[in-house]
């Protein structure tokens, strides 16, 4: 045995459940932020429609997202993440309207991708940490590399707020300080063990089901830029 085994050790350092939780979870954030579609999109080589189609795709998924938020606003956790500047609905409507027009909802259908992640999502009705493990996923990942989609997307589709409106948080005020707000409120969650890695499980579970989103608008939209 070596001298460093024997040595006394003191317990490590409470690592941050928001530290652990990205920690845990990267590598699905890598799988996502990597895959074809979305690098096509980041390279400024995705058509008009395939941004419109992810568009489209959002729409459904943050409808579920949110009514679920509502329903859960009196959640002692779950409710701790409801943030009315956050919504994105409305904001996707308008990008909606201005993308597709005012019947837009009669021009649109969610993917099988889709539907399977709307589903797990109304699943977490009675897992108000499955919740959060989607809001994070969605909200967080939209005040983070979102701001790069935001940037790209301005630049390669001649958008200015209307089309990218999705993106922007200007009610939110520094999205650094909300960054950090955020994970406090992680922090302060004081979940049991059990529920904390149910939350990292349903974390890498909502990375997953939306890479098989991506997957799915890449084979239409982005053919060239297939894979991971
Ligand atoms: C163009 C694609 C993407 C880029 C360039 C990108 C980039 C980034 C960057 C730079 C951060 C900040 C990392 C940090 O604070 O150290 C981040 C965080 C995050 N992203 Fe992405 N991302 C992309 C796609 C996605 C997707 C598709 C999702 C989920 C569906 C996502 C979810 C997240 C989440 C949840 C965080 C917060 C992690 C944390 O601080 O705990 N991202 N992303």
Redesign the pocket.
């Known amino acids: 045995m070596s001298a460093t085994a024997q040595a006394p050790t003191s317990p490590p350092a409470e690592v941050p459940f928001?530290e652990r939780?990205?920690a845990a979870?990267?590598g699905d954030?890598e799988a996502?932020?990597y895959?074809g579609f979305?690098?096509a999109?980041?390279e400024g080589t995705l058509p008009l429609d395939g941004y419109t189609a992810m568009v489209a795709q959002h729409y459904f998924a943050y409808v579920a997202l949110e009514n679920l938020g509502r329903a859960l606003i009196d959640d002692p956790v779950a409710g701790r993440f409801h943030q009315p500047e956050l919504l994105r609905v409305p904001a996707l409507v308008r990008d909606l309207e201005h993308l597709l027009g005012p019947d837009f909802r009669d021009r649109i259908s969610p993917s099988s991708a889709t539907r399977t992640y709307v589903a797990r999502i109304e699943q977490m009705a009675d897992h108000p940490e499955g919740f959060v493990a989607h809001h994070?996923?969605?909200?967080?990942?939209?005040v983070?590399?979102?701001q790069?989609?935001r940037q790209v997307a301005a630049r390669t589709y001649d958008l200015t707020h209307e089309g990218l409106s999705f993106y922007v948080f200007d009610e939110l005020g520094s999205l650094p300080r909300f960054?950090s707000g955020y994970?406090a409120r992680l922090d302060s969650l004081d979940l049991t063990p059990a529920a904390a890695d149910r939350l990292v499980r349903e974390?890498r579970l909502?990375?997953q089901l939306?890479?098989e989103v991506?997957a799915d608008l890449g084979r239409h939209h982005a053919p060239d830029a297939q894979g991971g």
């Open positions: 928001s939780l990205k979870t990267w954030h996502a932020e895959h979305t690098r999109l980041m994070y996923t969605r909200y967080m990942g939209d983070s590399g979102g790069f989609i960054r994970r974390t909502a990375y939306n890479t991506l």
